[in-house]
C-alpha cells in the first residue's frame, strides 16, 4: 500500500504499532458514537477494529492509513478507502483523535482518499456512509465533492449515503 502526503500529513499503512494511539482515539466516545460502523470504546474493541483496517488491507490491497502530523509526527486519526463485505460499494472513511478536529485534517485526508480511490483504483463512483446528525462528517463529504444520495439500512441501522460519480467515465 502506498505512503501518501498532502499539505501538513502523511497517509502512512496502519500497523499494529499504531495501537496505543488508535485505542487512545476509540475510547472517546464522541469518536466512536459518529462512526457508522458498530465499535465499542475497550481496548479489546480497538484491537479488533485495527486489526479488521489492516485485514482489509491484505485482502483488497488497500484500507484505511495512518493520518500523521508532519509537523509533530503525532498520529492524528485513520482515512482511506474502504469496501469490506457487504458494504454499499467503494467508499472513503475518516476517523480522527478529537483533540484534532476543527483543523481540517478530515478533508485533507478524505480528498487524498477520493483522488486515490479515482486514480489509482479506477473507480467510477466513491461513496461515504454517514450517521444522520453527524454534521461535521456532512460537511466534510460535501467539501470533497459528494452530495447526498440517499437514506440505507446498513448494519440495522439507517444511515445516510452520500457519494459522486466520475463524470469523464
Partial sequence: ??????????L??????DFDDYAAML???QVVGG???SVGT???DAWRSLA???GHREMRGYSHWALVEKATGRFVGRAGPW?????PGLGVGWCLAREHWGKGYATEAARASLDYCLRELGAEEVISVILPGNSPSIAVAERIGHR???DIQYRGQTVHLYGQRLSSK
Avoid at 505512503?3 to 500529513?9: A, N, P, S
Fill in 27 to 29: 475510547a472517546d466516545p
Fill in 1 to 10: 500500500m502506498v505512503v501518501l502526503e498532502t499539505e501538513r500529513l502523511v
Fill in 12 to 17: 502512512r499503512p496502519l500497523t499494529g504499532e
Fill in 42 to 44: 475497550s481496548p479489546a
Fill in 148 to 150: 447526498y444520495l440517499r
Fill in 52 to 54: 479488521l483496517f489492516i
Fill in 83 to 87: 469496501q469490506p463485505h457487504g458494504f
Fill in 35 to 37: 462512526l457508522a460502523e
